[in-house]
Every structure is written in structure tokens, then in C-alpha cells.
């Protein structure tokens, strides 16, 4: 038995209680979907057929949802978005079975675009203290990371790694 419905009833399921549905809420989504994906599934993806899907809350003054996958035996990669306007629209099932190849829930957030940081140790190409620019703060499955820049490099670090100015 398969459970239908849209995404926003689910947002709003997930979110009972909560005063604001803000990044940090997007995050927790994420997670808990995450962490519940072989049960999770988009017919509309899978109308399309695509393998190793990535489904990414992508946040920049508004929330889309942007859905990224393969087709199988064809190069490239095929990305499907919708906008939180659409989200009534866009419709989630929920699955008795298991899936055999689950979706990777992801976010990410470019609120934090411009801050500066200092490394607290050395990471990648750059030495202890490098001042570095963040560029979004990401979550993919159950990991969170600054994606930053410095020195015309870009790196994905943890926040533990640095310290925000």
C-alpha cells in the first residue's frame, strides 16, 4: 500500500509545532526525509526514470525544490525544479516497501553568502587562519558543510573546521 500526497502536506506534517519554517527548519526537513528516504518517492521523478537522485531544498530568498538524477545508459544529467508555490502541486508518495536505491536528501543555503571566516586549523589548500569567503552552508544526508572560497579555490569544509567573523 502507498500513501499519496503533496509535498506541502508534508512540509506543514513535519513542521507541527514549529513557530517559523526558516532554514533551520529546511535543514531538519531534509534529515528527517534523509533519514526516511526508502520510503520516500516523487512519481514524478519516476515517471521519468531517473537513478541516482539527489533532492536538494535549494534556499535563495525563496525555497525551490530542485530534483537532480541520471537517466540510465545515456551520459549527462536531467534536473526537475519547482518553486515553494508549487509545492501543493508536486505530489510525494509514501511507500510500504522499501526502495532499493533511496533519493539523497539535501540543502542548500545561501543566506550565509559573503560572510567571512577564519580556518582553525590547516584544511585542503589553505593553512591555519586563512580567511576564507562562504559561499552556502549545505547538508547532504546527514552531514552539514560550509562550501567555501579563498584564493580563487573552492572547498566544502565542516563547521567545525572554522570560525565565522
Do not use: C
Amino acid at each position: 500500500m502507498t500513501h499519496e500526497g503533496t509535498l506541502a502536506a508534508l512540509i506543514e506534517q513535519l513542521g507541527h509545532g514549529r513557530e517559523r519554517f526558516d532554514e533551520d527548519f529546511a535543514r531538519d526537513l531534509a534529515r528527517e526525509l534523509h533519514a526516511h528516504a526508502d520510503r520516500l518517492e516523487l512519481p514524478v521523478i519516476e515517471g521519468l526514470g531517473l537513478v541516482d537522485v539527489l533532492v536538494s531544498f535549494s534556499m535563495d530568498r525563496e525555497m525551490r525544490l530542485m530534483v537532480t538524477g541520471y537517466l540510465p545508459a545515456h551520459p549527462g544529467s536531467v534536473t526537475v525544479r519547482w518553486d515553494e508555490r508549487e509545492f501543493p502541486e508536486v505530489p510525494v508518495a509514501l511507500l510500504e516497501n522499501p526502495r532499493e536505491e533511496p533519493y539523497l536528501f539535501a540543502t542548500l543555503d545561501f543566506s550565509v553568502r559573503g560572510r567571512a571566516a577564519r580556518l582553525k586549523a590547516a584544511a585542503g589548500p589553505w593553512a591555519e587562519g586563512t580567511r576564507v569567503t562562504l559561499r552556502a552552508l549545505a547538508t547532504v544526508g546527514d552531514r552539514t558543510e560550509y562550501r567555501v572560497e579563498a584564493g580563487g579555490r573552492n572547498a566544502s569544509l565542516s563547521p567545525e573546521q572554522l570560525e565565522l567573523e
